[in-house]
């Protein structure tokens, strides 16, 4: 479950947009679950299904642990088969050409604690842009800015949810949103592509939270 925002900006009525976007963002945190609740989560396994066409819908687990482990395994032919994931020095993917999972050197690896938690400590800045409608829903808009990396987030103006990412050319959206152990999650998990080779649709059906105790989990050799 992914990032979030910061803010250095400039003049006076600039300064009243900063404001803003620290206040969407507090508010975000707040009835997703409250900050302490959020940084005492400590790991997460999710269930459900991935839809990859129109006819391609597998079941799948996530397993995710502090600070970046994770591990994602899908059932395919009632077979489970690790498709990637990162054991905290190497990621690892599926090579479907030699049918097994190989250390990947580019792996991208996310943090385990979304970029919302103490994102001026983490070196972020935040940037109100204003208000897009995302569906149906009115939401603000805010960048998040690190470096020269700029992520977009969209949060329905009504219940501050996140509803909307864009990332590196990639649109993940965010729906059907449950609550588990006191912290708020959305169970429809929606990416999109340029390209459409990496669009995929996780509808999840349960989540655990705080489950995982070792990191043998996430152990791929």
Do not use: H
Request: with cysteine; hydrophobic share 30%; charged share 25%.
């Amino acid at each position: 479950m992914k990032k979030l925002i910061y803010s250095v900006l400039v003049g006076s009525s600039i300064s009243m947009y900063g404001q803003n976007a620290k206040d969407i963002i507090n508010r975000n945190i707040e009835v997703t679950g409250g900050v302490n609740k959020w940084t005492a989560l400590n790991s997460t396994i999710l269930y459900g299904k991935v839809v990859l066409g129109p006819k391609d819908e597998f079941p799948i687990k996530i397993y995710q642990k502090r600070p970046n482990l994770s591990k994602t395994v899908v059932t395919i032919n009632k077979k489970e088969t690790i498709i990637e994931g990162f054991d905290g020095k190497k990621g690892y993917t599926m090579n479907y050409n030699a049918n097994k999972l190989l250390e990947n050197p580019t792996y991208i690896v996310e943090n385990f604690e979304n970029d919302f938690i103490d994102w001026e400590k983490k070196g972020f800045s935040v940037k109100y842009v204003g208000k897009e409608k995302v569906g149906n829903n009115m939401c603000y808009k805010i960048e998040l800015i690190n470096n020269t990396k700029t992520t977009q987030y969209y949060f329905d103006t009504n219940t501050y949810y996140l509803l909307k990412e864009i990332n590196n050319n990639e649109v993940i959206s965010y729906s059907n949103f449950r609550k588990v152990e006191n912290l708020v999650f959305p169970f429809t998990i929606e990416q999109n592509t340029p390209k459409k080779d990496g669009d995929y649709i996780i509808r999840v059906s349960k989540m655990e939270t705080n489950k995982i105790t070792d990191d043998n989990t996430f152990k791929f050799r």
